[in-house]
């Protein structure tokens, strides 16, 4: 006897991608750290001389203004930003604090790019607070030689996040407590207290503001 064949339908909704707009106010100093280029050749250089790149070399003196512009992510038009993935991975990492599925995160929430890096083409989100200031500590290798870290550092900054989000995961209002959460409690670039590399220095974190006062910070010119 032939088997009864059933049919069932499937449907399938249309994707529910809304935007929205957030402006954020440091809450402690902002520290970023690009891979520079120049060490990105010198490893390059290293790898395509082969067994001749353990000959001993005479060592370069550190020029420290190179490696602080080094550090900073330069977009197409000149202002400095922050890679557009640390505010959607510091949103995603907020999610376990609320019980959310980091997995469906991922697939929900969008940071969008003001501009991108001029060598590398990193998306990045503009930072508003003037030139950075030359920020030098003392830091140990794992080789356990002490050397000085330099980096580019602001005191005072501020951002516009212009985000997408997946309508049917979140509302408008979801995406911006979850963005003030990661702000205070998860941070974004280096020595922010959500790094899974240690506790952190404090750095990094902010909190919901408005365009008016964001804007503001640029006129204050930082590099204090």
Known sequence: MKAKQTTETIHIAPPNIKTGVVWIKGTAPLVVHKFSDKAKNMIRAKQEAGP???TKKKREAKDFTEVFNGARHISFDGWDGIPAPAFRSAC???CTLVGFKMTMAKMSIFIEADGFDNTEGTPLVKIYGGEPRQL???VRLATGVCDISVRPQWLEWGACLRFRY???QFTA???????HR???QVGVCEGRPGSTN???CGWGTFEISDEE???ALDEKGGAK
């Open 136 to 138: 030098e500590s003392m």
């Open 213 to 215: 006062t964001v804007r």
């Open 198 to 200: 240690s506790n952190g």
């Open 166 to 168: 997946d309508g049917d």
């Open 173 to 179: 209002e979801d995406v911006i407590n979850l963005v």
């Open 52 to 54: 001749t790149a353990n």
């Open 92 to 94: 995603i990492r907020a």
């Open 182 to 184: 990661a702000g205070l």
